[in-house]
Nanobody
């Protein structure tokens, strides 16, 4: 499986940004998909997940601001980020995990995309 992330950039606090991840996998529609992020000097952390039923999970710090979605026709997963804060600055990674298995830590991921840098200036 290849995951290709895009959409990062430099924005100001309060702005919005949309990340996308294109997957090459015949069974994309059953994979659990997720966005992780890693800030400088910190460990990689989960941001949001979406499973094949479109059930979602968000880490507390992004609830109400970020929305994860998937398009099983285009085999893409997106992360719409609003009201961005300086502390959202990080390299964002999309990841894929097994069907019906929680994808909450890096160890759970089966596949990784390359990171895309999001920088939020205050």
């Amino acid at each position: 499986v290849q995951l290709q992330a895009s959409g990062g950039g430099l924005v100001q606090a309060g702005d919005s940004l949309r990340l996308s991840c294109a997957a090459s996998h015949r069974a994309f529609n059953i994979l659990t998909m997720a966005w992780f992020r890693q800030a400088p000097g910190k460990e990689r952390e989960i941001v949001a997940t979406i499973n094949w039923r479109r059930s979602t999970y968000y880490t507390d710090s992004v609830k109400g601001r970020f929305t994860i979605s998937r398009d099983n026709v285009k085999d893409t997963v997106s992360l719409q980020m609003t009201s961005l804060k300086a502390e959202d600055t990080a390299v964002y990674y999309c990841a894929a995990g097994a069907k019906d298995r929680a994808l909450r830590s890096s160890d759970d991921a089966l596949y990784w995309g390359q990171g895309t840098l999001v920088t939020v200036s205050s």
